[in-house]
């Protein structure tokens, strides 16, 4: 299986999401949209029962201050996993956004 880089996106006063391209989340953002895409090695189908689970973590930590299972969405061949965390009472600081995959 091959999964995609993170992806990080936030919504706009209007509601519109806004790709995250930067290190740094803007200062009034209440949820962090994070997906994953996994697709399949040639020849093979998705293992029963996959499962993926966000997390995000404080630099230097190991347990994470907020998690959330992903919704799993397949798209043709891909599977995509998305989850919206809301962020808006962690406090600032260094954050790593892991993504688990599991079955």
């Known amino acids: 299986m091959v999964a995609s880089d993170v992806l990080t996106w936030?919504?706009?006063?209007?509601?519109?999401?806004q790709f995250l391209?930067?290190?740094e989340l803007p200062h009034a953002?209440?949820?962090l949209g994070a997906?994953?895409?996994?697709?399949?090695a040639t020849g093979?189908?998705?293992p029963p029962g996959l499962?993926?689970?966000f997390?995000?973590?404080p630099s230097g930590k190991t347990?994470?201050?907020l998690q959330q299972e992903a919704e799993l969405k397949l798209a043709g061949d891909r599977l995509r996993a998305e989850a919206q965390l809301t962020v808006s009472t962690v406090p600032p600081g260094t954050y790593t956004l892991r993504a688990t995959v599991w079955t």
């Open 10 to 17: 936030w919504n706009d006063a209007q509601g519109q999401s």
């Open 21 to 23: 391209a930067l290190d």
């Open 29 to 31: 953002v209440n949820i």
């Open 35 to 40: 997906a994953l895409e996994l697709t399949p």
């Open 44 to 46: 093979t189908v998705f």
């Open 51 to 53: 499962a993926v689970r």
């Open 55 to 57: 997390a995000l973590v």
């Open 63 to 65: 347990a994470p201050l």
